[in-house]
């Protein structure tokens, strides 16, 4: 059986979690940290989560295992079949990754009451400030990300806004959600589906556990 190793406080353990679960997959949860023994190194080669451990070997990188996923088993799809169209929900997912969750992630210490050196907001800022208006350039919105199917990016944009909104509004003053118009409306619908809920309330349950 499929095995997801890592934990719920992640946005790419997450995002990985819901496409196994949209696409009606068995699989297992297994709880590892990241860190840098020589054990874990030897699965997740930068030490870290998640991981999935499957029958010929192991992956990382959420979107890798994500692909995999959708061409190891092709019932419930999170990609097009259209190469190009694949290529434009590749294409939205990588800008949302580097260039608008990339730059809210490095402020994550700043949750665990860290005090953030200025320059580093800073450069959190300026990358946004580029990010989110390509992440609008790209995005479709009707009512899916790319247009009017689901996929792979709106389980990543999705996990990856929920943490990246928590950073904006703490360590950014500012609210990342309203910066892209449409952005509300996809978090909303998401919101309300039951794949969502289960993951964002395991999500919850692993934060208090801190
Ligand atoms: N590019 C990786 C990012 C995964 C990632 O950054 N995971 C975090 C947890 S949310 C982690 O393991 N961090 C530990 C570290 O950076 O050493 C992916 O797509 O899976």
């Known amino acids: 059986m499929l095995k997801l190793h890592g934990f719920a406080i992640s946005n790419y353990y997450n995002a990985v979690k819901h496409a196994l679960l949209y696409k009606g997959l068995e699989f297992e949860e297994v709880y590892v940290r990241p860190n840098q023994s020589a054990e874990m190194l030897e699965k997740s080669p930068m030490g870290k989560v998640p ?65 953030l050196p200025e320059d580093k907001k800073e450069n959190a800022n300026t990358v946004l400030n580029r990010g989110l208006p390509a992440f609008q350039r790209l995005a479709v919105f009707d009512p899916y990300v790319c247009g009017k199917t689901f996929s792979a990016a709106d389980i990543f944009v999705y996990h990856a806004i929920k943490l990246s909104k928590t950073l904006g509004k703490v360590v950014l003053k500012r609210n990342i959600v309203e910066e892209v118009e449409g952005l509300a409306e996809l978090m909303h619908l998401l919101d309300e589906t039951d794949i969502a809920k289960k993951v964002i309330a395991e999500n919850k349950a692993a934060l208090t556990k801190l």
């Open 51 to 115: 991981f999935l451990e499957t029958e010929q070997g192991i992956l990382t990188e959420a979107n890798i295992i994500m692909e995999y996923l959708d061409e190891a088993y092709p019932e419930n799809p999170l990609y097009p079949s259209d190469p190009f169209a694949k290529a434009k929900v590749k294409q939205l997912l990588k800008t949302v990754e580097l260039y608008v969750e990339g730059p809210a992630h490095e402020l994550v210490p700043a949750l665990m009451g860290m005090e």
